[in-house]
């Protein structure tokens, strides 16, 4: 059972564009959701998260949108660039016990000059 | 510090035969996690360790998998009689205890022939 969700597996957009990526989940007890970056043969890189208390987090060009009641995220890139092109995941911290984080599959973002 | 490493970055080796993957996390981080990741899909959580105690496996981690954290600092991950679905990119991961930010290493990209 996929307790997050990335449904499209690819985006691309135009350089100075806005970026959007679509995350959902389904489990109420998750209490932080994060968003990584990764690129071939690299680990995964820490962009950004939020707490399930709040709605919004923004850092520079990258802000993140929690709406607990649809179970959705999204992540806003802007403006985008080249160097943004990456495999982007979700992920969702369970509370307690290990504090594990449950990925999503990814979306493969695509910026073009 | 530099961040998490992890040795070796590639191993190829032959069905049947053991590995041993090495993770050293960044110095101050008390836990520290291993995932696998496979093409298309997310990193899955195999196990965490807090300081030196493994206090979670996921079902994931079959008893040829084993993994240690000796006196908390850097851990191993063993896999025997390697399998050729064990084929994946290993990450480990660290953090500290009330962080939700995980960070990690450049991953292990084992393929068993």
């Known amino acids: 059972d996929q307790q997050v969700k990335q449904n499209s597996p690819s985006l691309s957009v135009q350089e100075g564009r806005i970026s959007i990526l679509n995350c959902d989940y389904t489990n109420s007890m998750f209490d932080y959701f994060l968003w990584y970056k990764k690129y071939p043969a690299e680990g995964p890189t820490f962009l950004i998260s939020i707490s399930s208390i709040k709605d919004k987090n923004e850092d520079g060009r990258f802000t993140v949108f929690l709406n607990k009641s649809a179970k959705h995220l999204s992540l806003h890139i802007v403006p985008s660039q080249p160097g943004d092109s990456a495999v982007y995941f979700c992920a969702a911290k369970t509370q307690g016990g290990s504090e594990k984080l449950v990925f999503g599959k990814g979306t493969k973002l695509t910026v073009n000059p | 510090d530099t961040g998490v490493s992890q040795d070796p970055r590639h191993k190829i080796t032959k069905r049947g035969q053991n590995v041993t993957f090495r993770c050293d996390p960044i110095s101050e981080h008390n836990r520290l996690y291993w995932y696998r990741q496979t093409l298309g899909q997310g990193p899955e959580f195999l196990t965490y360790f807090q300081n030196e105690a493994q206090l979670e496996k996921s079902r994931l981690l079959s008893d040829r998998f084993s993994a240690e954290r000796p006196k908390g600092s850097f851990s191993t991950l063993e896999i025997q009689r390697t399998e050729q679905g064990d084929s994946a990119m290993y990450l480990c991961?660290?953090?500290?205890?009330?962080?939700?930010?995980?960070?990690f290493g450049p991953g292990t990209r084992l393929t068993v022939t």
């Open positions: 991961a660290s953090t500290a205890s009330g962080t939700a930010e995980q960070y």
